[in-house]
Nanobody, 124 residues
């Protein structure tokens, strides 16, 4: 079992930055994929970014590429999503998730464990 807790959301103006954290506990997941997804009101949950903890490969959606980055603190079992140059269309609830099966990192259905989400609101 893996427990995930997101934090770091908030309200910012367009052009601002936020750093989201995803703290994991339970089973270690040194070979898993950690992903970030978001869901805006009335829309489906969509892929944002992911990293394979075994290979270090990273993946970003076209909408955030060049603005968002991922990093990790191994000792604290925490993954971060640094979000820069935020836009109003980035407004959503952001979720982190773990895929233990190493499937397609961009697909919601591949992920086995999910956090509770953290709200990000970007005003124009």
């Amino acid at each position: 079992q893996v427990q995930l807790v997101e934090s770091g959301g908030g309200a910012v103006q367009a052009g601002g930055s936020l750093r989201l954290s995803c703290a994991a506990s339970g089973r270690t997941f040194s070979t898993y994929t950690i992903g970030w997804f978001r869901q805006a009101p009335g829309k489906e949950r969509e892929f944002v970014s992911a990293v394979s903890w075994s290979s270090g490969n990273t993946y970003f959606s076209d909408s955030v590429k060049g603005r968002f980055t991922m990093s990790r603190h191994n000792a604290q079992n925490t993954e971060y999503l640094q979000m820069n140059s935020l836009k109003p269309e980035d407004t959503a609830v952001y979720y982190c998730a773990v895929d233990i099966g190493l499937g397609d990192p961009t697909k919601v259905y591949e992920y086995d464990y999910w956090g509770q989400g953290t709200q990000v609101t970007v005003s124009s």
